[in-house]
């Protein structure tokens, strides 16, 4: 039973590049969140979909992010451009029913150098 | 407004001695409450929830966990820890009542089990 699949795992670039982070939800789970982990911050979530649909977008920091849900199976959350202050680990998790625990993948760590 | 606290940034306990994470929380309804653990360079993993029913609840790895609704707490325990609970815990909480889907982290509690 495959968890939540992210990728890349690690990802280093210049600043001002653009990123884009990749997530597959568990099969048959219709939510999807997005977090960013700091030593500073903690854990902070960025934006959820439910059922493919932005919900809350409250946490993405500024316009250089942004996140889409194309379709059940794929999600994307892209920094252009990318800054230092960009640099930690991201996380996707998904859910099934609304009384079940968040699934987390593996995480992205990106630095913007 | 929602609030998860964990007050101990760091617990330390010997291998074979009970542990206790603490864990309160601040909703205004009635809440979902959810405990992860945290390995280095891994996601949160699932451990144990209080949804309804029975205060304790018993979750993975041995953990178990008492929900308080006077004192609004929510402490992870272990009668006995293993040097490979050595991790990063954190609390969660979702209020029900004005459920927006997501869930409220506290800030984590980093557990050293000393051999």
């Known amino acids: 039973d495959a968890g939540v699949i992210q990728s890349p795992r690690h990802e280093v670039t210049e600043m001002g590049q653009e990123v884009t982070l990749r997530c597959k939800p568990i099969s048959g789970h219709n939510s999807l969140f997005w977090y960013r982990q700091t030593m500073m911050r903690g854990l902070e979530l960025l934006i959820y979909?439910?059922?493919?649909?932005?919900?809350?977008d409250s946490g993405m920091p500024e316009d250089r992010f942004s996140a889409k849900m194309p379709n059940a199976s794929f999600s994307t959350l892209k920094i252009q451009p990318s800054e230092p202050r960009d640099s930690a680990v991201y996380f996707c998790?998904?859910?099934?029913?609304?009384?079940?625990?968040?699934?987390f993948g593996d995480g992205t760590r990106l630095s913007i150098l | 407004a929602q609030s998860v606290a964990q007050p101990e940034d760091q617990v330390n306990v010997a291998e074979g001695n009970p542990l206790t994470v603490k864990c309160t929380y601040s909703?205004?309804?009635?809440?979902?409450l959810f405990w992860y653990v945290q390995y280095p360079n891994r996601g949160l993993q699932f451990l144990l929830k209080y949804i309804t029913g029975d205060n304790l609840v018993k979750g993975s790895y041995g953990f178990e966990a008492e929900f308080n609704k006077s004192q609004t707490s929510f402490h992870l325990k272990k009668p006995s820890a293993l040097v490979s609970d050595s991790a990063l815990y954190f609390c969660a909480v979702r209020d029900i009542r004005t459920d927006t889907g997501k869930l409220i982290f506290g800030q984590g509690t980093t557990l050293q089990v000393k051999p």
């Open positions: 979909f439910n059922n493919n649909v932005p919900i809350d």
């Open positions: 998790a998904s859910r099934g029913q609304a009384n079940q625990p968040q699934h």
């Open positions: 909703v205004s309804g009635n809440p979902y």
